[in-house]
C-alpha cells in the first residue's frame, strides 16, 4: 500500500473508532446519568412509599406501646376516646382491640367486638411485635386486614391504605412483607416478586418498563416494588438524551475536524519532508567531476537524495523547490554539510584528497548561520577548507548584498564559489563581476545545444568568453556523449560533469569510481 493510502487507512480508522468511541462514551455517560436520576425518582418512589410504610409500621408499634402505659381505665370512655384519636389520624387503622390474654375486652374500629380471631399468628418477632397476614381469616367488610399485636393491645390495618400515596394510574406498587404481598395499587395490579429483582431501578425492555425495588427492615422486614411505563422515563430523559446526542454529534463533528487537519498535515509533502530531515532519511550522493583534457576525477557534487518511509525516492527536482517554499532549505543544507564532511574524510583516507560542491540557495545566503556551521563542522573534522566548494545558483544571487558579503567571507576562509546553472537566470556580466567567484558551471540546457544549430548553441560560446573574460573555471553541467567533451575541450572549458562520466553515485561507489580516476591532484 502507498504511504499516501496507509495515512488515509490510519487516519479513516482512527476518525470512525474515534467517531464510535465519543458517542459510545456520551451515550453511555448520558444513559449512566439517565439511569441515576431514574434511580433517585423510581428508586425513590419505591423507597418513598417502603420508607413511608416502615414509618407506619414504626408509627404502629409506639402507639401501641403508647396504649400500654395509658393511665386512663381500660375500657372506660375515655380511653376508648384515646384509642379513636389514635385511629382518626391513621386512615389504613380499621380497629383497635384492648385484650387480657386470649380476650379483647373492648375495642373500636370497624370490627366486631370479638375482635378477628384468627388461628395462629404468622411471624412472632424478637421486638415483641405479633403479626397476622392479611388472609380470609383476617378478612372484615371485604378486606383482608393485616393485625398487628404489641402488648396488651391489636391494630387492624387496611393494607392497601399502606402504599396509597395516590400514585397516578400507570404507575403500580406492590407492598410484600417477608415474602408475601400485602398490597397492590392499584388493586390486582401484577408486578413481579421483590426475589426475583436486584436493589434499584433497571429497565425492562421487553415488556417496556421501568422497575424500582426497595426493601427495608425496621419493624417488619418489607419489600416494595413499583413499575411505569418505559415512555415516562424518556420522557423525563429527553432532555438529558437530546442535550447527550447533541453533545455527542458535536464532540464527533470536532474529531472528524481534528483527523482532517491532522491528515491533511501528515499527507502535506512539507510535514513528510520535515519528518524525514529530523530522521535523518536524507542521504547523498555524489557525481564525479572531471578534468576534461585527462577524464581525471577532481571531485564530486553532492547532491541530496531522500527516501520516503513507503521506499519511495522523491527527486530532488521535487523536494528543493519544497523545502526551499516551506523554509526547509536550510535544515537540508546543514544536513547535506554534516553527512558530506563526515563523508569526506573516508574519501581522503581510502581515494585521496578531493573537493566536494555543495549546493547553496537563497536562504543560505540570507544570514551566516550556513556559514559558521560550515566552518565548524571543518575545523572539527581537521579537514582543509579548499575540500569543500560551494555551489550558488545564479537566482540566489539576485538583489541580495547579504549574500555579496557572505561570499566574500566564505572565499576568505579558502571555499571557492562556483556560480550554477549558469544562463538559466538573467544575471548580466556587470553583474556577475559584482560578486567574487571562482568557477562557472554552464547549464546542461547549453550543453545539450552544443552543434545543433540552435540559437542557444551560439549562447555557451559567449558563455565562455565571458567567463574567461572573469577568469573564471569552467564546468559543463549534464555532458552526455564525447562530441561534447571534444567540443568542450576544444573551447578551453576546463571540467565536465554528466552521465558520459557517471551518474550520482552511492559514497562507495564514488570512492570507488575516485580511486580509478583521480590521481591525487586536486582540481
Ligand atoms: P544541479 O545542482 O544542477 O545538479 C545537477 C543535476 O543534473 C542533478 O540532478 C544531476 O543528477 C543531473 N545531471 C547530472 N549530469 C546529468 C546528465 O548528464 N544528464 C542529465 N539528464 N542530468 C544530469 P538532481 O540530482 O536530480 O538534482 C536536481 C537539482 O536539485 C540540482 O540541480 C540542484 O539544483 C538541486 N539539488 C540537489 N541537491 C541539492 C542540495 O543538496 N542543495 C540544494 N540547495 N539543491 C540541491
Ligand atoms: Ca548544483
Ligand atoms: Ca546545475
Redesign the pocket.
Known amino acids: 500500500m502507498s504511504h499516501r493510502g496507509k495515512i488515509l487507512t490510519a487516519m479513516i480508522s482512527v476518525g470512525v473508532l474515534g467517531v464510535i468511541g465519543l458517542c459510545g462514551a456520551t451515550g453511555w455517560l448520558f444513559w449512566r446519568q439517565s439511569i441515576e436520576s431514574e434511580t433517585a425518582y423510581s428508586g425513590g418512589l419505591a423507597a418513598q412509599l417502603g420508607e413511608r410504610t416502615g414509618r407506619i409500621m414504626l408509627g404502629i408499634r409506639d402507639m401501641l406501646a403508647g396504649f400500654d402505659r395509658l393511665a386512663e381505665k381500660p375500657c372506660s370512655p375515655v380511653h376508648l376516646e384515646v384509642l379513636k384519636r389514635a385511629s382518626v389520624s391513621r386512615p389504613y387503622v380499621r380497629g383497635i382491640g384492648y385484650w387480657h390474654a386470649d380476650q379483647r375486652l373492648c375495642g373500636i374500629g370497624f370490627l366486631p367486638n370479638a375482635g378477628i380471631r384468627p388461628r395462629h399468628a404468622d411471624r412472632i418477632y424478637p421486638n415483641g411485635v405479633i403479626a397476622w397476614w392479611p388472609s380470609p381469616q383476617t378478612q372484615v367488610g371485604g378486606v383482608q386486614m393485616f393485625l398487628m399485636r404489641y402488648g396488651d393491645y391489636d391494630v387492624a390495618i387496611d393494607p392497601n391504605l399502606l402504599l396509597d400515596a395516590g400514585l397516578p394510574r400507570h404507575r403500580e406498587a406492590a407492598l410484600w412483607v417477608e415474602g408475601l404481598r400485602l398490597a397492590t395499587i392499584p388493586t390486582g395490579a401484577q408486578l413481579p416478586a421483590p426475589d426475583k429483582l436486584p436493589l434499584g431501578v433497571m429497565l425492562d425492555r421487553i415488556h417496556g418498563l421501568v422497575l424500582s425495588h426497595f426493601a427495608e427492615n425496621s419493624i417488619l422486614p418489607i419489600d416494595v416494588v413499583a413499575q411505569e411505563p418505559m415512555i415516562d422515563f424518556w420522557t423525563r430523559h429527553a432532555s438529558i438524551l437530546l442535550l447527550g446526542t447533541i453533545l455527542g454529534l458535536l464532540l464527533a463533528v470536532g474529531w472528524i475536524d481534528v483527523i482532517l487537519r491532522l491528515s491533511q498535515r501528515e499527507l502535506n509533502p512539507a510535514t513528510q519532508l520535515r519528518r524525514a530531515i529530523r530522521h535523518g532519511r536524507i542521504c547523498v550522493q555524489y557525481q564525479p567531476v572531471v578534468e576534461l583534457q585527462t577524464r581525471r576525477c577532481v571531485g564530486a ?1 553532492a547532491l541530496a537524495r531522500w527516501q520516503r518511509e513507503d521506499g519511495e525516492w522523491i527527486s530532488p527536482a521535487v523536494f528543493i523547490p519544497l523545502a526551499e517554499r516551506a523554509g526547509l532549505i536550510r535544515d537540508i543544507t546543514l544536513a547535506v554539510m554534516k553527512i558530506v564532511i563526515g563523508d569526506l574524510r573516508r574519501i581522503f583516507d581510502e581515494a585521496g584528497p578531493v573537493s566536494i ?1 555543495l ?1 547553496l540557495s537563497r536562504d543560505d545566503l540570507l544570514d551566516d548561520r550556513t556559514g559558521l556551521e560550515l566552518a565548524a563542522c571543518l575545523q572539527r573534522s581537521d579537514l582543509p577548507t579548499a575540500a569543500i566548494k560551494l ?1 550558488i ?1 545564479e537566482r540566489s544571487l539576485v538583489n541580495s548584498d547579504t549574500a555579496r558579503i557572505l561570499i566574500h567571507d566564505l572565499r576568505d576562509r579558502g571555499h571557492d564559489i562556483a556560480i ?2 549558469f544562463g538559466t537566470g538573467y544575471s548580466s556580466l556587470s553583474y556577475l563581476q559584482s560578486f567574487e567567484l571562482d568557477l562557472l ?1 554552464i547549464d546542461k540546457t547549453f550543453v545539450d545545444a552544443i552543434e545543433t544549430g540552435a540559437a542557444t548553441s551560439q549562447v555557451i560560446v559567449h558563455v565562455i568568453e565571458m567567463a574567461k573574460s572573469l577568469r573564471l573555471k569552467l564546468v559543463a553541467e549534464g555532458v552526455e556523449t564525447l562530441a561534447q567533451v571534444a567540443w568542450l575541450a576544444r573551447h578551453g572549458v576546463d571540467y565536465g560533469q554528466g552521465y558520459l562520466f557517471s551518474r550520482p553515485l552511492p559514497l562507495c561507489d564514488f570512492i570507488a569510481y575516485h580511486q580509478a580516476n583521480g590521481h591525487g591532484r586536486n582540481a
Open positions: 557534487e560542491n549546493n555551489e545558483t550554477d546553472d558551471k
